[in-house]
């Protein structure tokens, strides 16, 4: 999907072993996270466990990104699945954040058997789906990627105090 590999660029140029990078990093994710969460209601959010992080670093929260309107009953699980997605990666970048910094929100990863438990989840729900289900899930995995896009480009000239 075009929309992940322009986030993946975009967050490229975080250096999560920088303190200002990284706080720079949460904040975008938070502007993200903030928006999606609501709509996409993961069993388990991150969001509080962004807020600890940033608090850690001195931040507040930042304000959220707009979420635009919502589609059918794929889109909510089009958000998750992006939203997952990250929690997957975030597993790596947590091993890229410096010692002395806060990382509960990127420590947050699947238990063992989490990430298949939701692709079953998913094929479940996709399975009971409407004949449009499939192009809302699209919808919402591009709305989640440009929502991280967006808090991206806000945040990549931003470092912390």
Known sequence: MESHQRV???FSHFSLASAPDYCAFLRT????IAALEPVA??????????AQDLAALGEAMPAPLSMPSTGGGGFRWGLLYALEGSRLGGAMLARQVAQDLPRAY???VH???GWVAFQQQLDDAAAEGDADWLDDAIAGARTAFILFEAGARAE???ACD
């Open 29 to 32: 994710h938070a502007r993200a």
């Open 41 to 50: 209601q993961p069993d388990s959010p991150r969001l509080a466990l962004m």
């Open 106 to 108: 990127l420590s947050a």
């Open 156 to 158: 990549r000239e931003v």
């Open 111 to 113: 238990g063992k058997g």
């Open 8 to 10: 993946d660029d975009l």
